[in-house]
């Protein structure tokens, strides 16, 4: 069994991540290739002790990419978008400023 640490890699933060922490509270981490939703769960509540509502799992393919003649591919990334229970959240930067 792996680790909590080595289940959740890290927090995705866009625009789009962003867009749901604020409408539906939902956070999206980063999530190690074989984690499953049980794994993901169990992680969420050993590192932030909340016990997720639902997680979806997303497996996001390699995109190709262009340099001029150069062709390469980015990295396949597997993303798990976990729901909080209503009044809980996960602070992803210092409030330190609020």
């Known amino acids: ?30 999530v190690a290739k074989g984690a499953n939703k049980t794994q993901v769960a ?5 590192i932030y002790n909340i016990t997720p509502v639902k997680v979806n799992i997303v497996n996001v393919r390699p995109k190709t990419k262009r340099m001029g003649r150069y062709v390469g591919k980015t990295n396949a990334v597997r993303k798990a978008i976990v729901k909080l229970p209503e009044g809980q959240d996960i602070s992803l930067f210092n409030d330190e400023n609020k």
């Open 1 to 30: 069994m792996m680790n909590a640490r080595d289940v959740i890699i890290r927090p995705i933060v866009t625009e789009k991540s962003m867009k749901l922490n604020d409408q539906d509270n939902k956070i999206t981490f980063e």
């Open 42 to 46: 169990m992680a969420v509540k050993e």
